[in-house]
């Protein structure tokens, strides 16, 4: 929705992002939430349909709730590869029987403090990984999933709060799978696929996605505890 000077404010990617398989994510209190410097509201909500056999109606909805005052350290986030902020390399594209792995890099231009990560491919997707490479070259291990389930997909909440300095680099590695080996494979014979920005994607289309969701940082952060002690 448009200001009153026909001006529209600045969008939050995935302000709530639901994937098959997650839960919700909750912070502890202090940390999250989202603050907007202008008056006014937007709405974006995009939509990824399978094939079904019959004409059907959406019922999805969601609610909005609005604080009293800002939140103390509101939430951002950064989006890698597709629609994101840094390119995919090289272009996503598979050719049948192709198993290929993709890259994304991007080098962190302020200090932050991670709270959770989410990986996010379609049906074609076998492995991901992302890390992070300090300045000085340490390597700071972020998720690992050897075996990609396009049914659950998750986002990943540090025990702690991870700080990653201006200058890391995150480095995200991605490898699909298009061959009939694959037991997710929705194209007898394999097809060629090409990523898409498009709004009207569909599961059958491809994605390579890496989303970090942070604070900026603060002294004392690598102890604040987000309550996964147990994963």
């Known amino acids: 929705l448009a200001n009153d000077d026909g001006s529209y404010p600045a969008l939050v990617p995935s302000a709530v992002n639901y994937l098959p398989g997650m839960e919700a994510t909750v912070y502890p209190e202090g940390l ?61 594209h598979l050719e049948p029987g192709e198993v290929h792995t993709f890259h994304t890099a991007y080098a962190l231009p302020k200090d932050i403090s991670v709270l959770t990560v989410n990986p996010h491919m379609h049906l074609l997707g076998k492995a991901f990984l992302a890390y992070a490479v300090a300045p000085e070259g340490d390597t700071i291990p972020l998720v690992r999933i050897k075996q990609w389930n396009f049914r659950w997909q998750y986002a990943y909440t ?74």
């Open 32 to 92: 999250g939430g989202y603050f907007f410097k202008r008056k006014g509201a937007f709405l974006m909500n995009t939509l990824h349909y399978g094939p079904y056999p019959r004409d059907t109606v959406d019922r999805s909805h969601f609610a909005v709730w609005f604080a009293k005052k800002p939140p103390e350290r509101p939430l951002q986030e950064l989006q890698l590869g597709t629609n994101g902020i840094t390119p995919v390399e090289p272009p996503l």
């Open 158 to 231: 540090f025990r702690r709060l991870l700080p990653l300095r201006r200058g890391t680099v995150i480095h995200v590695h991605g490898t699909f799978d298009n061959t009939v080996n694959n037991p997710d494979q929705p194209y007898r014979p394999p097809r060629a696929i090409t990523g898409t920005d498009s709004p009207f994607m569909r599961t059958t289309d491809e994605m390579f996605q890496f989303f970090v969701n942070y604070v900026d940082y603060k002294e004392g952060d690598e102890k604040v505890d987000l309550g996964r002690s147990g994963e």
